[in-house]
């Protein structure tokens, strides 16, 4: 797989661009999942012509429609910041992006839980960031998170679980838009569905079946829709276990009554939360390698990103 395209608030990889004149490094994003990512930077404030240094800003007003606003002097950028997403997210059409990582809390890029502020200076709602909502609205399929939500270990897998996903289906779409392709594509992603969404994976399933029914364009647009929002739920303890289980179902010929009884007990230790994922889900690889079930061995559910980022590693 070749690198994911990534956007990214330039502070987040170091670039000194913040309004007083530092940056805010964080180096999962910069050094571990750096290794992985082609990164795209984006610095409204600086983009659309401000200084480094600058006076802070903060949203105020109306909620639905909050102004950018200096802090102090009260200069209200809004329409310069809001002509300048719209020219820049025209570019970003053409990078073919898996995702992006905003700056929690900004005024420009923070994607939620922005304070908008009342003319006396008091927060009274909260918001996104004038280019993260510009953003998101453009492209509501794309993952986005921000480098705050990412500490935590769930939001963070579940990102990176995303962004891969959808550069795998780039590059189906990219070499192979056959109805046998997709019915491919969606085998291979079956209980990573499943271990989301047990609702979507059945959508799915008939969509795939029903495949000849549509048109191509449609058809892509269709699976797409309903992958991307299938992946947004949290892959929990219990939607776990239940794949786990339905993937132990296929060695009940294969294996001894003693390994079968191990793997009942990994399985169940990982259920009480005594053990991390990548403890069954290691022994299950390894039986599907040795009794060479074939449909296990190509579920991205045991791989669906790289070992090194440790993301199944946490309890």
């Not at 913040?18 to 805010?24: A, N, Q």
């Not at 290794?35 to 600086?46: A, G």
């Not at 005024?107 to 909502?133: D, L």
């Not at 005594?274 to 039986?287: A, E, N």
Request: aromatic content about 8%; proline content about 5%.
């Amino acid at each position: 797989m070749q690198k994911i395209k990534l956007g990214i608030s330039s502070c987040l990889l170091g670039e000194k661009v913040r309004y007083d004149g530092g940056h805010k490094s964080d180096h999962f994003l910069s050094d571990t999942l750096g290794k992985y990512i082609e990164w795209v930077r984006v610095c409204p404030e600086v983009e659309c012509g401000l200084p480094v240094p600058r006076e802070a800003m903060h949203l105020a007003g109306d909620p639905e429609a909050p102004r950018l606003v200096t802090i102090r002097t009260g200069v209200d950028h809004t329409s310069r910041m809001q002509k300048w997403a719209k020219q820049k997210i025209k570019t970003l059409e053409a990078e073919d992006l898996c995702g992006f990582v905003f700056k929690s809390r900004s005024p420009s890029s923070g994607m939620r839980g922005v304070k908008i502020y009342t003319e006396a200076g008091v927060p009274k709602a909260t918001g996104s960031g004038i280019f993260a909502k510009a953003f998101m609205t453009k492209f509501p399929l794309l993952p986005v998170e921000d480098e705050g939500r990412l500490h935590d270990p769930a939001l963070r897998e579940n990102f990176i679980e995303r962004i891969f996903v959808l550069k795998r289906w780039q590059e189906f779409r990219a070499s192979d838009k056959t109805i046998g392709g997709l019915v491919s594509f969606h085998t291979d992603h079956k209980l990573l569905v499943m271990s989301h969404s047990a609702k979507h994976y059945t959508a799915l399933g008939r969509l795939v079946a029903d495949a000849k029914q549509y048109p191509r364009q449609a058809l892509h647009e269709n699976y797409l829709a309903t992958l991307m929002e299938a992946l947004r739920f949290i892959a929990t303890v219990k939607k776990n276990t239940n794949v786990l289980q339905h993937m132990a179902g296929y060695f009940k010929e294969q294996l001894s009554k003693d390994e079968k009884q191990e793997l009942q007990e990994v399985i169940a230790n990982y259920h009480k939360e005594l053990v991390p994922l990548i403890v069954p889900m290691t022994l299950i690889g390894h039986y599907a390698k040795k009794c060479r079930v074939e449909y296990l061995k190509r579920q991205y559910y045991l791989n669906p990103h790289p070992l090194e980022l440790m993301l199944r590693n946490h309890g």
